[in-house]
């Protein structure tokens, strides 16, 4: 059974970090995560200390203050810390991926400088909303309106930001939220491309956050609705070109869906690894479970699809460094990597029993909170359709 550090060919830099990423998730996580499960607590001094140790920068070139990470060793960090609770792995994957991606390939150099360097330095925490209740899958038909403000703010040319996002990560404690809203008129839609993305600060009046989402896994991760009420923001605020938003919020979904990938296979290893201690040690029948070849088959089974999860977010991962497009790829590692973890972690309950079913145990926890890989970021069925489209290009 391999872990992150057992990747062949790791140089000595990417090892270090990996070690980094996984004494700091054995010693200040790990022990924390079924107390924080419980409570609904989002730790975030425990992000802040990660920050300070540049994971809120992993993959942030070393100008803009991050480590410059390649996205190979940023996932096997990341792998490291959803081992040890993917509440705390959604929040660094959500930053370092979907608003360190906008604000990288679209941000002015004034945005980059003001936004962007803090983000790598750990300083800002950043989320991102795209979704609203009446717009989930079918996220181009979102309907948060933006409308030019003639008025104060930015000397007019800014914008007035009205409406409802919905489920989004750190929505309730990010500083800095990426936020789609239709830039075109009701007379005059323009569908994906009526769409841009906004940098809002979440200091700024009128931004609301609802109270924290009650949600069956991930209960550590911050999950609220935002609510936009005649937010006002300067023109700066506006990222990239106007009625490009809809395409940044897919080419970071494109980053970001790699991350959940790792999750996955994070919530899947860590499940294997507890069901391979525990078929060790317990007895029945008189002999321990492992000595049972179905209990072997379904152990065989659960390793097999963790190491073929991770090699596939591995590929994934360097197309993405070789500068390759990985829209494909992406969807294939996530939605792999996340129909993995929910088998693996419902072999695991079944295999501790009724020890499974129970809160003390782990594989509980990690049995619910494989599920929302499945869900966010893209349903496993939206994975499907873009890895079909994928195998019919310019059609
Ligand atoms: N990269 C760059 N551009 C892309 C792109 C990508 N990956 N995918 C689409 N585009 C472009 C298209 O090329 C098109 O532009 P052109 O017209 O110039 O060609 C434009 O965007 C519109 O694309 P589509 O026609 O394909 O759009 P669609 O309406 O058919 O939707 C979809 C496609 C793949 C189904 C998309 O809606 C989708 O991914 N839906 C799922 C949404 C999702 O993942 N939401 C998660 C929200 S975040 C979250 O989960 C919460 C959290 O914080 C964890």
Redesign the pocket.
């Known amino acids: 059974m391999s872990t992150a550090l057992e990747t062949p060919g790791l140089s000595e830099i990417q090892r270090q970090i990996v070690e980094l990423a996984r004494d700091f998730a054995r010693t200040k996580i790990e022990p924390f995560a079924a107390e924080w499960d419980r409570t609904k607590h989002f730790a975030r001094d425990v992000i802040d200390e990660l920050g300070k140790l540049g994971f809120l920068g992993m993959v942030t070139p070393e100008e803009y203050g991050g480590l410059g990470l390649d996205t190979l060793t940023y996932l096997l960090a990341l792998e490291e810390i959803a081992a040890a609770d993917a509440s705390i792995a959604?929040s660094l994957s959500?930053h370092n991926a979907?608003p360190t991606t906008m604000l990288l390939r679209h941000g002015s150099s004034e945005q980059k400088e003001r936004w962007l360097k803090p983000m790598a330095r750990g300083e800002l925490l950043a989320?991102?909303?795209?979704?609203e209740p009446d717009a989930?899958?079918?996220?181009?038909?979102l309907q948060a309106q933006a409308a030019r403000d003639g008025g104060a703010a930015g000397g007019g040319g800014g914008w007035v930001l009205r409406g409802t996002k919905a489920?989004?990560?750190?929505g309730g404690t990010a500083d800095l939220m990426m936020i789609m809203a239709r830039t075109d008129t009701p007379a005059a839609r323009r569908?994906?491309?009526g769409i841009s993305t906004f940098i809002v600060p979440t200091n700024t009046p009128s931004y609301r956050a609802g109270k924290p989402e009650d949600k069956m896994g991930l209960r550590a991760s911050n999950?609220a609705a935002v609510v936009l009420d005649d937010l006002r923001l300067p023109a700066e605020h506006l990222l990239g070109e106007e009625g490009m938003g809809?395409?940044y919020?897919?080419?970071g979904?494109?980053a970001?869906?790699l991350g959940?990938a790792v999750q996955a296979v994070g919530i899947a290893r860590r499940a294997l690894e507890h069901s391979v201690a525990y078929c060790g040690e317990r007895r029945q029948f008189g002999q321990a479970l492992r000595q049972f070849e179905g209990v072997q088959f379904k152990l065989a089974d659960m390793a097999t699809r963790v190491e073929a999860a991770r090699a596939l977010a591995h590929v994934a991962a360097s197309r993405k460094d070789r500068g390759e497009?990985v829209?494909q790829i992406a969807s294939m590692a996530k939605l792999f990597a996340s129909e993995t973890a929910m088998w693996v972690t419902t072999q695991a309950v079944q295999l501790f029993g009724g020890y499974g079913y129970m809160r003390d145990f782990p594989v509980e926890k990690l049995f619910r909170d494989a599920k929302v890989t499945e869900?966010?970021?893209?349903?496993s069925e939206?994975q499907r359709?873009?890895v079909a489209?994928g195998l019919y290009p310019g059609a």
């Open positions: 959604v959500i979907i989320g991102f909303a795209l979704s989930g899958s079918d996220a181009a038909a489920w989004a990560t750190n569908g994906a491309k999950t809809f395409v919020a897919m080419e979904l494109d970001g869906r959940i497009n829209t869900i966010y970021e893209g349903t939206i359709i873009v489209r």
